[in-house]
């Protein structure tokens, strides 16, 4: 159905009431790096959309305002809707994000991205750093909470500002039973949170210039690959990505399926390869090589140790 | 001065007013679509220029069943073929036999394909059906290889009861491209890497499109509006209620349930309620103004400007918010809104004047409500809100109380211990609280005001259902469910009349046979005063009477 064509790049912001969902997407849509972005915000129970809000960057700003459904059940038509009018806009947009409820459940939202014109880009968590340890133990909210949590490929603590070392690492400390995600202090870099795009051209393990001085600590790192990619590797690649990587992505050739564009996405602990057309020649990487791949990791990750694990798909 | 209108005089068989002051009579008066009198025929007789109509002589009348929980989506069911566990009657009139196997339901869906196509239906038109509830067959599991039975070449969607699981064919899934390679939670695969045909969750259904659209848009089709008119005619149901729509300020919406409802032939009243969106303090301002405004758009059958939030989920889908100890199973359900933002969602409602119901299932999401509304009752008392608590499955006496303390109302899901009583023992809550449940009894003692639903088309519509369930508390292995709950048939005919409209804020216009009310009327060709209460279910009806009009059952 989609052969084809592009699937969307699908990424899931959840996070109990208040954590700082909205804050985080409207940073991203402030600085949306070129890429136009479609927002939906899912403000009722798990499956209830409200409008689509379009990045500055698209074509066309346009706000798209849903009626609803009803019943809980139908409410699940409007999300289908909704989907649908973006899948008709693909061509004029990079990618979603969905906010979800501060009750919904992100997993449950990120299986949309699995439809067809979609692809999982991962499920962020926002986490209130400030509040995290009470809300994990309130009798009513508790078991949401840590099921939000267990459900992210990415953890983002909000009102890191606010809080002192201490009650930083105090507030990681509680979240670790519930998720080994990658935990990020907020403000975090859109880029780490929504992925990067593999860049044209470049020599192997090329750096990248930070594009924002609050944010050059993070470590990243590309490269491009010669021979088309072997599953196996892929996925044995997946499993010994370095502690501290956030993010990975790269657009390439499977040597399984050579004349299509492969798109492999980490985030987290979220990994997925999915097909996005046939291979044109304008990927990264020129007409002859077999793609690229991007990836970022957290500050005071040793560079050395991203190169290498890139190097892994070139040898 | 000119002469009076027409009255007309219906002796019947019985008349119960459920009018205190005059509970019984021989006969109605009617004028101007509202009841002048009842009385004698020779006392009615005294009235200038009546006379009497004889066509309801041999039947007996009750005030029309006030619906308190129900949903348009009730009619629109009907578009669609009905293949649940129970006898069904739709709104023609038709009885649909329960399916009582697998087997039945491929039957089922047998005939509606040949129907489909004998109707010209074109190869692609989807086959879609409701009502489906694997919990009645344990053991078995409809996949597609079954309903390739049905058609190998027609798409075919079959949605459960719970709307939260869907199974295709095979040829629905070749249509839409759904095979081995298709990656999904919540599309199980056999041995060989094929989809067996379940979608899981409304994402999964997505990948079904075209079908899963198709069902969601022919519910708000007009057709669905007057099916669920014709369902109330059938069961002697003259105000239905959408409890919870989130367009009900939207100009378009309203004019599509005026162009229905006002009709005159559309047999019933409809009280719409808005359901909020949660937001911003200005935007729930905002919100609430709207819905203020929409009163003005009211008339004499259509109702708009009352609240309806859902706090949890069901307690058969384990998804209803529950105090310890939770499930026998284990685990606690979800919460549809935050439990620290209802006191907020419904602070600007509560302030300016409207009527509040709030979905709470489970006797955890009961304490959420009643914390808010004694808060915004403390920021801003009224008086006589009846701010009402609905399903109110697991509420304990305490909490009964504190309702009456508070000046709120219940309305129970009494329909459950025949639909899902067994299960309640059995799977969810286990015998000692499933015999507590929809305590209806406790709500009358400690003086909670009182009505009971059907909440169509989760159940079927139908107020004599759901008092033969309160009066006998029966499921179906033959069990009585907490026999110190039932309530007596008056209790019940009650709770179904005037208490629904006491509920609905509509008290001095139906749910009684008293003067100057709307001429609405249950026709019934049995008594459920002196009948056995076990029959209470089964008195036929013959149809409404609404404003003066007379509706027969299809
Ligand atoms: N100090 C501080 N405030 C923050 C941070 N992130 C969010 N906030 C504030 O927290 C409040 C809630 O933030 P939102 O972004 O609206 O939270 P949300 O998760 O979208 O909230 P809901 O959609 O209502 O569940 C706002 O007042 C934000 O300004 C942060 O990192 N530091
Ligand atoms: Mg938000
Ligand atoms: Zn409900
Ligand atoms: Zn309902």
């Known amino acids: 159905m989609t052969a084809g064509s592009t699937r969307l790049p699908l990424t899931v912001v959840g996070g109990y009431l208040g954590a700082g969902k909205t804050t985080l997407v409207n940073r991203l849509l402030a600085d949306p790096r070129g890429q136009r972005i479609a927002v939906l915000v899912n403000d009722f129970g798990e499956i209830g959309i409200d409008e689509v809000l379009i990045g500055e960057a698209a074509d066309d700003p346009s706000i798209l305002s849903l009626a609803n459904g009803c019943v809980c059940c139908s409410l699940a038509e409007g999300f289908a809707k909704t989907l649908g009018k973006v899948r008709g806009m693909a061509h004029r947009l990079d990618r979603v994000v969905v906010e979800v409820s501060g009750v919904g459940e992100p997993a449950k939202v990120a299986r949309w991205s699995r439809t067809p014109g979609f692809s999982p880009d991962g499920v962020v968590v926002v986490v209130d750093g400030s509040r995290i340890g009470e809300q994990l133990e309130d009798r009513r909210i508790g078991e949401t909470v840590a099921a939000q949590v267990a459900d992210a490929d990415l953890l983002l603590l909000t009102r890191a500002d606010l809080l002192d070392d201490e009650a930083l690492a105090a507030a990681e400390a509680v979240l670790q039973p519930h998720s080994s995600a990658p935990t990020l202090r907020a403000p975090a870099d859109p880029a780490l949170l929504f992925g990067l795009e593999p860049v044209a051209g470049g020599s192997d393990a090329d750096e990248h210039e930070p594009r924002d001085s609050a944010h050059a600590e993070h470590v990243s790192c590309s490269r491009v690959l010669r021979e088309p990619i072997h599953r196996d590797t892929l996925d044995l690649w997946f499993q010994v990505r370095p502690r501290g990587v956030v993010r990975a992505k790269g657009i390439l050739r499977m040597d399984g399926s050579p004349d299509m564009r492969s798109v492999v996405q980490v985030a987290g602990n979220h990994t997925s390869v999915t097909t996005s057309g046939a291979w044109s020649g304008d990927e990264p990487g020129g007409e002859a090589g077999a793609g690229a791949v991007v990836a970022i990791a957290m500050p005071g990750t040793p560079r050395a140790a991203l190169v290498k694990w890139l190097g892994m798909l070139d040898s | ?554």
């Open chain 2, 1 to 554: 001065m000119g002469s009076p209108s027409p009255t007309a005089i219906y002796p019947a068989a019985a008349v119960h007013t459920l009018d205190p002051s005059r509970p019984t009579a021989e006969a109605v008066a009617v004028r101007d679509g509202r009841f002048l009198a009842v009385g004698t025929v020779d006392d009615l007789l005294r009235i200038d220029g009546a006379t009497v109509d004889g066509s309801l002589e041999r039947s007996v009348l009750m005030p029309g069943f006030v619906e308190a929980h129900s949903h348009t989506m009730a009619g629109g069911m009907w578009l669609h073929t009905y293949c649940g566990r129970f006898d069904r009657r739709g709104p023609d009139g038709h009885v649909w036999p329960g399916c009582t196997d697998l087997e039945a339901v491929i039957q089922r869906l047998r005939e509606a394909e040949a129907d489909l196509s004998a109707a010209g239906a074109g190869p692609d038109e989807p086959l879609l059906a409701w009502g489906l509830d694997p919990i009645y067959y344990p053991g078995e599991r409809l996949v597609a290889r079954h309903l390739d039975l049905v058609s190998t070449t027609r798409p075919i969607f079959v949605m459960h009861a719970s709307c939260h699981l869907a199974t295709v064919n095979t040829a629905l899934m070749e249509f839409d491209g759904i095979g081995p390679d298709t990656d999904m939670e919540g599309l199980p695969k056999d041995g060989s890497g094929w989809p067996i045909g379940e979608l899981q969750e409304p994402a999964a259904m997505f990948l079904a499109d075209s079908a899963f659209r198709k069902f969601w848009e022919r519910m708000r089709a007009e057709e669905s509006l007057w099916n669920f008119g014709g369902k109330a005619r059938n069961t002697g149901t003259t105000t239905l209620t959408d409890l919870g729509n989130r367009s009900s300020t939207d100009p378009a919406e309203i004019e599509r349930f005026r162009k229905a409802v006002d009709h005159d032939d559309f047999p019933a009243r409809l009280s719409v309620f808005h359901m909020p969106t949660p937001g911003t303090p200005e935007a729930l301002e905002e919100a609430a103004a709207a819905v203020v405004a929409t009163r003005a758009e009211s008339s004499d059958k259509l109702r708009f400007g009352h609240v309806k939030l859902v706090v949890d989920g069901s307690i058969q889908g384990f998804t209803a918010r529950l105090r310890w100890p939770g499930y026998l199973k284990g685990g606690n359900g979800i919460w549809v809104v935050p439990p620290e933002q209802v006191a907020d969602i419904l602070r600007p409602y509560h302030r300016a004047g409207l009527l509040i119901h709030v979905h709470c299932n489970g006797d955890e999401a009961v304490d959420v409500y009643l914390e808010a509304v004694e808060d915004l009752l403390t920021e801003h008392p009224r008086f006589d809100h009846r701010h009402t608590v609905q399903h109110c499955q697991l509420t304990s006496p305490s909490q009964y109380r504190r309702m009456a303390s508070l000046g709120m109302c219940a309305n129970v899901f009494a329909n459950h211990t025949w639909f899902w009583g067994d299960q309640h023992a059995s799977e969810t809550v286990g015998p000692d609280r499933a015999a507590r449940m929809n305590s209806a009894r406790t709500a009358l003692d400690l003086g909670v005001p009182l009505s009971m639903h059907s909440d169509a088309p989760v159940t079927p519509l139908g107020g004599l259902h759901v008092a033969w369930c309160a009066v006998n508390r029966l499921t179906p292995s033959g069990t009585v469910l907490g026999p110190e709950e039932r309530i007596s048939v008056a209790e019940a005919l009650h709770a179904i009349t005037m208490g629904a409209a006491h509920q609905l804020d509509m008290e001095d216009e139906v749910g009684s046979i008293s003067p100057r009310k709307h001429a609405d009327l249950a026709i019934l060709e049995a008594d459920p005063f002196t009948i056995d209460p076990v029959e209470l279910r089964d008195i036929p009806v013959r149809g409404t009477m609404l404003g003066g009009r007379i509706f027969e059952a299809g």
